[in-house]
């Protein structure tokens, strides 16, 4: 596969018809969501999309960006793990490259960080379960930078209604499973928080296939196979409704025209749960204009620090798996309107979470810098 991580330019490159919209003043259009090189620039310019706090702090010059030193990865013993199967270990790899572009110079052993880039595989997932067993302390000397998020307790945290006193049997039992099979709710660790997670690449292009509000007569849809025991309850409740505004069919590797169709065609987009909590169609519906909701109780967003997940008016739906049965009156409630205005910044934000754009490279030493301010925070406190 091609790298992922090159800038690709707007210039000589038209919207599809009815791309171009007005946000709060802001034009809204397919150059406009790929601003290269300029992080500051495109905060300003998408400003409800992120947290004044800490764009507060990365505006400081002495707080972002942070130094990093990246490790050659022909040098690294990781290198033999290393087999391009498909864009998502060709992400993994050409990562360092995306980052080292904007990386801030620092004298040997002064960066804040050291970037030992490596492969997914089995010889690193069983260093990742090790790294589980250390102490707290040793922890703090570490900060992990994922592909994916999750499973982590974020929602809980964060989100009302999905802690573990909210807890059901919504047909996967009540006891979490530690490993990614499916068949249980997930176990969800607390060691995140010095943690970044990144968005793995979708096919898909918001320059190419983003649609706006008018023309989706469907409220919500799913294209998947049935790789969970939760996607097995939504296919067994929505599964060939009757309901025609409802589109809820199992179908293995969907991707392609027809799959981008029934997007262009969504309001919502359910993303559940497959064998692990993180999926490809997230940012596959970003991509397409449709707004993704989140059927799981541990899935972990991406770039946590930076975006508001958790605002209202985001472009994102959190629904508990236990709410499965009355996904179409929760999704019913909102007017046009408010739909169509928050709809409008699913343009934005798929542009800011393509691996293709600089601003996403750019936004993860963001994120280290925050990662480092908090560190600090926290030594001193202790130190106190």
């Known amino acids: 596969p091609a790298p992922l991580v090159a800038w690709r330019t707007g210039a000589g490159t038209r919207p599809a018809a009815g791309m171009r919209r007005v946000l709060h003043g802001v034009v809204l259009s397919a150059v406009a969501s790929r601003v290269a090189g300029n992080l500051l620039q495109f905060i300003t310019h998408y400003a409800f999309l992120f947290n004044d706090s800490a764009v507060e702090l990365i505006r400081d010059a002495d707080v972002y960006p942070p130094s990093l030193e990246v490790r050659d990865m022909r040098l ?82 964060n989100v009302d209604g999905f802690g573990d006193r909210d807890r059901a049997d919504f047909g996967c039992g009540l006891q979490r499973a530690t490993s990614a099979s499916g068949s249980r709710s997930f176990y969800y660790p607390s060691r995140w928080e010095f943690d970044v997670m990144v968005t793995p690449p979708s ?27 939760l996607r097995s309850r939504i296919l067994k409740s929505w599964g060939g409704s009757e309901l025609p505004d409802v589109y809820v069919t199992e179908e293995r590797h969907a991707e392609g025209q027809a799959y981008s169709s029934v997007l262009q065609r969504s309001r919502y987009c359910l993303v559940p749960d497959g064998h692990v909590p993180w999926s490809f169609r997230f940012l596959d519906s970003l991509h397409h204009g449709c707004i993704p909701v989140i059927v799981s109780e541990s899935w972990h967003p991406p770039f946590h620090r930076l975006l508001q997940w958790a605002a209202e008016g985001f472009p994102i739906i959190f629904l508990h798996p236990a709410r499965i049965d009355d996904i179409h009156k929760v999704l019913s409630l909102k007017n046009f309107e408010e739909w169509e205005l928050t ?37 001193r406190s202790g130190a106190s």
């Open 343 to 379: 709809q409008q910044k699913t343009m934005p934000l798929a542009g800011f979470l393509d691996p293709r754009s600089d601003v996403f490279y750019e936004a993860q030493l963001a994120e280290l810098a925050l990662v480092r301010q908090l560190k600090e925070g926290r030594r």
């Open 203 to 229: 096919p898909y292009d918001s320059m190419r296939d983003w649609r706006p509000a008018d023309g989706r007569e469907l409220l919500f849809s799913f294209i998947g196979s049935n790789t969970s025991c």
């Open 76 to 157: 690294s013993r990781f290198a033999r793990n290393c087999r391009v199967e498909g864009r998502f270990h060709q992400f993994e790899i050409d990562v360092p490259s995306g980052l080292t572009k904007f990386v801030k110079p620092a004298a040997n052993g002064s960066a804040d960080f050291v970037l030992v880039p490596h492969c997914f595989g089995n010889l690193i997932t069983r260093m990742n379960l090790a790294c589980l067993a250390l102490s707290g302390a040793a922890l703090l000397q570490s900060t992990g930078l994922y592909n994916h998020g999750g499973p982590t307790d974020w929602l809980a945290r």
